[in-house]
């Protein structure tokens, strides 16, 4: 009886994320406990990658759905296409640029969010 109460209490100890991605980060350790509600690990869904640049001003009339900017990747010398996700919706005054983000498909998972990029290519729409 001891043991399939310790069967059933380990079966509640199991953790399954609730998608798929990259461990970032733990906040316990084994053997530790744990509160209702308290984070455990941090999980970051890494199949697609934010790359998020400054254009400039006179870029951002032209921004639009169809937007697509190319990136090469300092750290993997790799070239990637990205496609506008948002944009702010003001400008910086001080460096007259837009900020704007772009989606890049990460499904070969070769990239890692923090990675540094240049921009190559812009098709602004």
Same mark, same amino acid.
């Given at each position: 009886a &001891? !043991?399939?109460?310790? /069967?059933?209490? #380990? $079966?509640f100890?199991?953790i !399954?994320?609730?998608?798929?991605? *990259?461990?970032?980060?733990?906040?316990? %350790? +084994?053997?530790?406990?744990?509160?209702?509600?308290?984070?455990? #690990? +941090?999980i970051?869904?890494d199949?697609?990658?934010?790359?998020?640049?400054?254009?400039?001003? &006179?870029?951002a009339?032209s #921004?639009?759905s169809?937007?697509?900017?190319?990136?090469?990747? $300092?750290? &993997?010398q &790799?070239e990637?296409d990205? *496609?506008?996700y +948002?944009? %702010?919706? *003001?400008?910086?005054?001080?460096?007259?640029?837009? +900020?704007?983000?772009?989606l890049? $498909?990460?499904g $070969? /998972?070769? #990239?890692?969010?923090?990675?540094s990029?240049?921009?190559?290519?812009? *098709?602004?729409?």
């Open positions: &001891t !043991q399939k109460a310790a /069967r059933l209490n #380990l $079966d100890c199991k !399954q994320a609730p998608y798929h991605g *990259r461990l970032v980060k733990k906040f316990v %350790s +084994e053997g530790e406990y744990v509160k209702a509600g308290q984070p455990v #690990l +941090e970051q869904d199949f697609s990658v934010l790359a998020v640049v400054n254009l400039p001003s &006179t870029d009339k #921004l639009g169809a937007s697509e900017c190319r990136f090469r990747i $300092d750290e &993997t &790799t990637h990205g *496609r506008l +948002e944009h %702010s919706g *003001r400008i910086n005054p001080a460096g007259r640029t837009v +900020e704007a983000k772009f890049i $498909d990460n $070969d /998972r070769k #990239l890692m969010p923090g990675m990029a240049a921009l190559v290519s812009k *098709r602004l729409k």
